[in-house]
């Protein structure tokens, strides 16, 4: 049995977002918007635009604004690229990665229907099950099921982990719902035009019924009666056992005030986290990886350092497998912990994270150390991550997390009254900009070549500066003339 959940759905405005949350800590959380679609999961009829040999790719038209990319690993059968496909020609494609970036989301020819209990491979034979199953004689015997529902079909099957325990008629009848979808799909197809989406996979409503609602869910709550009739019906078809679970909230106070979601949320996506020993994490999220930094902080201990060190570090283990999650950061986790000297405590941390990473809905792997004493993660990459959904880049810094300080920004507003003076402008000249970097002006002073004056501006944002001619006898309130410098 994993840890106790709560889950919370909240509709509003077109918006919907799905909150699980353990032990009263958010720990995922999902946001679907009218404009901001989650693709993975979904299958397109598209249309290959580009065949690249060199790189054993295709870039495929789904119909997004963007081309997705297609490796020739991702093809029923393999082989090379321009041996399968070739230009304008139509596939049957599902989005395996969601787009990132100026990329454009991953596609497979290798589709997968996810039930409840299984997800079916209509595509290719083979049955697979669930790591997360461990009994050998359950294993054996979902083998056996599977392999009995689907004889004679030539299509394959993975059993997911909540099918271990399901009946022989439940599973059947899965199959039988997922092969008939599959048909329905496949008639779709024959009669569309690429590109063109078929079927869509991302309904939060169906996720949380589907994909987390179980026996250690305390709780499904909602305040939508819309959302409330959907939950309703996904669950009398897919969980009737837990039905009840599905609970409607009539108080006042909306459901994610109740919980302090966007309170846990704005505290937890910030780039410094901080522990509650007083020590924090540094996140820096990037296209290419993600980089987490553990710092002691105010956290000191109270007995001999390696203890206090192995304290942190176990602290912070906990922490960053909740990032992962809650951020749903994917891909390559490189993980700065403070060194420790003893083997044991290293080989001890090691194994926290993995039993972490075992608690991980998404398959996340504990590489190990590299060379250099660092911790290297691995996490699929699914979904958008949150801050992609959540944020966009900071107009004034240009998504790197800085701004120019105030001194900077002074010298930049003088340098462009120094290369007005060479130009041949001899006439007074005003710079507006922050209070502060009036500041740093009036201790640089001007460059020759005539007068300068500074006048704070409440219109510009830090880093902003305005440089005008000037008009002494109609100077703006506070303007004061620069010293040459």
């Known amino acids: 049995m994993g840890a106790r959940q709560t889950l919370l759905l909240e509709t509003l405005l077109g918006q919907t977002r799905l909150a699980v949350v353990e032990d009263g800590e958010l720990r995922e959380l999902y946001c679907d918007r009218p404009n901001g679609e989650n693709l993975t999961g ?20 789904i ?134 989406r078929l079927y869509s996979d991302t309904a939060l409503a169906l996720h949380a019924v589907r994909d987390l609602l179980n026996e250690d869910t305390e709780a499904l709550w909602t305040d939508s009666p819309g959302a409330f009739g959907l939950l309703q019906g996904y669950a009398g078809a897919l969980t009737p056992q837990w039905q009840d679970r599905i609970r409607f909230h009539r108080g006042e106070q909306p459901l994610f005030d109740l919980y302090r979601i966007d309170d846990q949320l704005d505290k937890a996506l910030r780039k410094r986290v901080w522990l509650k020993s007083g020590g924090f994490l540094f996140v820096e999220e990037t296209e290419a990886l993600t980089v987490i930094d553990v710092n002691t902080g105010k956290f000191t201990g109270k007995k001999d350092l390696e203890e206090t060190v192995f304290r942190l570090n176990c602290e912070a283990a906990a922490e960053v497998m909740r990032q992962l999650r809650l951020r749903d950061i994917g891909g390559i986790v490189i993980v700065d912990f403070i060194d420790m000297a003893a083997q044991a405590r290293r080989e001890a941390l090691l194994a926290l994270l993995r039993e972490l990473a075992a608690q991980d809905r998404n398959r996340t792997a504990v590489v190990g150390l590299t060379s250099l004493g660092l911790v290297e993660i691995t996490r699929r990459r699914a979904r958008q991550p949150l801050r992609s959904v ?32 060479r130009s041949g402008a001899e006439g007074p000249l005003l710079i507006e900009a922050q209070e502060a970097v009036v500041g740093w002006l009036k201790t640089i002073g001007a460059p020759a070549g005539g007068d300068v004056y500074a006048a704070p501006a409440d219109d510009l944002a830090p880093g902003e500066t305005r440089v005008t001619p000037a008009e002494p006898g109609k100077l703006p309130e506070g303007a004061q003339p620069l010293k040459r410098g």
């Open 390 to 421: 959540l944020f966009h880049a900071c107009e004034a810094c240009g998504g790197s997390g800085l701004e120019p300080s105030h001194e900077t920004t002074a010298r930049r507003a003088l340098r462009d009254v120094w290369r007005r003076r």
């Open 42 to 61: 979904n299958i397109y009829l598209g249309r290959a635009e580009s065949v690249l040999p060199g790189m054993n790719a295709a870039f495929v038209d």
């Open 63 to 196: 119909g997004i604004g963007k081309n997705a990319f297609l490796p020739a690993g991702e093809l029923v059968g393999g082989g090379r690229i321009e041996e399968r496909v070739r230009p304008g020609q139509e596939l049957l494609l599902q989005v395996t990665r969601a787009a990132t970036g100026d990329k454009g989301p991953r596609v497979s020819t290798r589709i997968t229907l996810a039930g409840r209990f299984l997800a079916l491979l209509p595509t290719e034979e083979g049955i697979g099950i669930s790591r997360r199953i461990a009994a050998d004689a359950e294993r054996a015997r979902l083998q056996e099921v599977l392999s009995g529902a689907l004889s004679g079909t030539g299509m394959g099957a993975i059993a997911r982990t909540a099918a271990e325990g399901a009946s022989e008629v439940q599973i059947a009848a899965e199959v039988a719902s997922l092969t008939a979808l599959w048909r329905e799909l496949s008639e779709r197809a024959a009669h569309a035009i690429a590109p063109k």
